[in-house]
């Protein structure tokens, strides 16, 4: 074996990390930025590991690069190997049966944050003190961004069309109502129909969120119209826009309490159920302290088929 082959060998983990930084950002300069080294340094490791595999592993597009049919696949094989290295110390910790240093990232939205994490963030606090917990408030594309660029561990939240390299793992279900103002005229027609709804003003979440979507494709089945007349983001606002008589809105169930002042009114001949879960990214490997807070949500989750 030549010097040169051997050198290639032993620095084939940098090689891979700044493979996968570079495939997971879709840019040289972002995956430096994030392994704290130069672009040219980055830029030679992944030339270094394409002439050694004898491939290409990235087309330039403008100023992104995507990954080739090749890349994909080393991208496959890689990302568990590096990802566990990364976590090795926590694994050990782990395996020796204590979890006691560490950083979680979970990405969710307003609504998710407010409603179905406080419980498990506090139990898992409790019995993991010395695990720093960090919670992104984002939603949709930028949920997805994160969790496709390996910058969040996982995501909490609900999903309506899940892309090909993203897994989807329902939780908790939860109604999809609609709530009105008090003394509304459809809160005194207990038996409204879903036309009913149309002649007034929806007050909506953001129309990249799947609440938009999932009104969308119901009234759509149905051939019916409907307009919004508010858009606005978070349950909370828009619980207190219904209650001033801005409007009505389709909320989920989550969301709502007995001091809410605004009238609850079952859809479910109409919407179906919604359901909140763990998005991960496919082939994502898991660090032991994930591992352990989807655990809490969940204590049957890793018996299913992942």
């Known amino acids: 074996m030549s010097n040169e082959r051997f050198y290639y060998k032993q620095n ?39 002439r050694e595999l004898d491939i290409s592993l990235f087309e330039r597009r403008g100023p992104s690069i995507e990954l080739t049919p090749e890349g994909k696949i080393l991208y496959e094989l890689a990302t ?99 709530i009105t103002p008090k003394n509304h005229p459809l809160a005194q027609k207990p038996d409204f129909r879903l036309e009913d709804i149309s002649q007034y003003g929806l007050i909506l979440p953001p129309r990249h969120l799947s609440t938009w979507r999932m009104v969308k494709m119901v009234f759509q089945q149905h051939n019916l119209d409907y307009k919004v007349t508010l858009e606005a983001g978070g349950w909370e606002v828009i619980k207190k826009y219904v209650a001033l008589g801005l409007g009505i809105s389709v909320v989920t169930s989550i969301c709502l309490t007995p001091s809410d002042p605004v009238e609850v009114l079952s859809l479910e001949q109409y919407f179906p159920k919604r359901s909140y879960g763990v998005i991960l990214r496919r082939g994502k490997f898991l660090s032991p302290g994930a591992k352990r807070f989807i655990e809490m949500m969940d204590t049957d989750f890793f018996k299913r088929d992942l």
């Open 80 to 178: 568990p190997l590096v990802e566990g290295i990364d976590s090795l110390t926590e694994s050990f910790a782990v395996r020796r049966g204590n979890l006691e240093s560490g950083e979680l990232n979970i990405t969710a939205g307003e609504s998710t944050i407010l409603y179905i994490l406080p419980d498990v963030m506090k139990r898992f606090a409790s019995a993991y003190p010395g695990i720093r917990l960090r919670l992104h408030n984002v939603t949709g594309r930028d949920g997805m961004a994160l969790l496709r660029a390996n910058e969040v561990d996982f995501a909490v939240g609900s999903f309506l069309d899940i892309p090909d390299d993203i897994m989807y793992f329902p939780i908790y279900y939860y109604d999809t109502v609609l």
């Open 12 to 50: 084939r983990l940098k090689q891979l990390r700044a493979f996968c930084h570079a495939a997971q950002t879709g840019s040289i300069s972002k995956a430096a930025d994030r392994l704290f080294l130069s672009q040219p340094s980055v830029s030679l490791q992944i030339k270094a590991l394409e």
